[in-house]
């Protein structure tokens, strides 16, 4: 997004027609294949010209790295309101856990459009590109607010996180079998700097 476009796009109309192009986006995309996700379906459903879309965002692909960006920056507005700095690595994991639990339910396109954007492969490198940063930090954020003994659990991230990852998937195949909260609960009974105090 060129200065001139994100500088007006951020003020007043300019922003509220940003921010429903990215909803309007978001919610496509978490139903539909891309390539079905249309500027023209985007579009109609906003209920602005096509050009208004590419003067916000340029391109079709400059609009799904957008959706992207607006994932993981809702994600970390989410992981800092809910990291409560209390010295205690599994008190602390555990708050998260349960309110990343609630946020994927009741956000559940958030990871189903990540996850749609990731495996199609006809968007080019850009896209996963971008996804792939997304997860870097992630697991950077995880190794910054969480240590065990004094140590970052830098190998541990890449597991909490693919965890996270692994669990949605299940509930989002078979909601009615898999609880994430209880889910997240029991692994977090298993490991070390997870356990409740008796």
Request: proline share 5%.
């Amino acid at each position: 997004m060129s200065p001139t476009r994100a500088s007006s796009a951020r003020t007043g109309p300019g922003q509220q027609t940003a921010e429903r192009i990215l909803e309007t986006t978001a919610r496509l995309l978490a139903d539909r294949e891309p390539d079905t996700v249309s500027l023209d379906r985007i579009s109609a459903e906003v209920g602005i010209a096509k050009t208004s879309i590419l003067w916000h965002f340029g391109s079709k692909k400059d609009l799904f790295l957008a959706v992207v960006d607006r994932i993981f920056d809702d994600f970390l507005k989410g992981f800092i309101a809910h990291h409560p700095d209390v010295g205690d690595v599994g008190l602390e994991l555990r708050q998260f856990l349960r309110a990343y639990a609630l946020f994927l339910e009741e956000q559940p396109q958030i990871n189903t459009v990540l996850m749609t954007l990731l495996f199609d492969r006809k968007l080019g490198p850009d896209v996963r590109a971008r996804i792939a940063q997304m997860y870097r930090m992630f697991r950077q954020l995880v190794t910054d607010h969480y240590t065990l003994d004094g140590q970052p659990i830098t190998e541990a991230a890449a597991g909490i996180v693919a965890f996270v990852d692994g669990v949605f998937l299940q509930w989002y195949i078979d909601p009615e079998a898999i609880d994430i909260e209880a889910v997240f609960n029991a692994l977090l009974d298993v490991i070390p700097f997870g356990r409740r105090e008796p």
